[in-house]
């Protein structure tokens, strides 16, 4: 029996993303990437597990690919990655400390280190032990994020895979919703139906709120009973070997409201308006200003208060969004190219009333946009 979980993608795949790093580093002179956020040690390495809130680094030389990992983290390491190289700490040990040692051991504690600053989990005090133990620290940050930018065939696969598994969450979360029942088991309809449609672990629990709470952005279902009049608001994510496929999407129960179906109208016409918009060579705030063009026509400009999308791919928790790397914001230059990938939430919610949304998990082609995600836009009427 093979000890390893099968590659998320072909094992090629994993060694060209690294040879693409290394001449990076190359390009700007760095001898030693040390690489801890977790997104990115999976983009290289295949690296899948729930402890990666205990510091971890990969050290990525020209000759060679070490993962540096918690002892109590040996074991998924070496079952998830194509890797043959580690090294431990023990929970006694000081990480700083210990890979500073490792380093000196192998050679490599010397010349132009390069450390990822911008990260999650890797604290700056000990980020900063770290750095007093290099000769020539400097900062690392995005230089793995320049490969994730672009998603590869096999990226894009799973990211239609886990599409698939949003869908079923939402259908079923959506059968749920009826004057009686509580937010949580609109919640748990979701999470089962996206578990027996294969979804691995997720980022966050399905975003379930309804009536006043629909209009309270980024929390989640709270107990409250949905009632007649109620508009209820679902963000879902399914996960496929760490790639994702939001979706958002509303429910109104009667009687509904006109001013709740005028919302509704704008949203998705906003939402058609920035998917229209996306072609390469256009630029992330070409897609911006279409969606914001259309809301504040609607005159909800007031109530438009975010960016209109980000990027997505690999992700852990607390985030399956990538908008460090890519978001369509007001007048951002950047350019769009094939085989990237957004999710597009245009939402409005009118504070202590109610909220509505509706999203899209789209592809840039060399044509245009392809919409991975498959789900009736309208809200919902039981």
Known sequence: MDPRHPPAVPLAEYRNRVEALRARLAAVGVETLLVFTPENVCYLTGYETIGYASFQALVVRPEALLLFVREMERTVAETTTWLDDFATYADTEDPATALLALLDRRGWRHGRVAVELATWFATPALVDRLRAGLDEPVDGSGLVEEGRRVKSPAEVSLIRQACRITEAGMAAALEAVRPGVTEQAVAKAAYGAMMDA???????????????????????????????????????????????????????????????????????????AAIAAIRPGATCGDVDRACRDVLADAGYADLFRKRTGYSVGVAFAPDWGEGHILSLRPDDPTPLEPGMVFHIPPALRVPGEFGLGCSETVLVTAEGAEVLTAFPRDPYVP
């Open 198 to 272: 294969g979804s691995d672990f997720l980022v966050g629990d399905p975003i379930v709120t309804s009536g006043w709470r629909s209009g309270v952005a980024h929390t989640t279902f709270g107990g409250r009973t949905l009632e007649p009049g109620d508009t209820v608001l679902l963000e879902l994510g399914g996960c496929r070997r760490r790639y994702f496929g939001p979706l958002m999407r509303s429910a109104a129960l009667p009687p509904v409201r006109p001013e709740v179906r005028r919302m509704a109208r704008a949203l998705r016409q906003a939402l058609e």
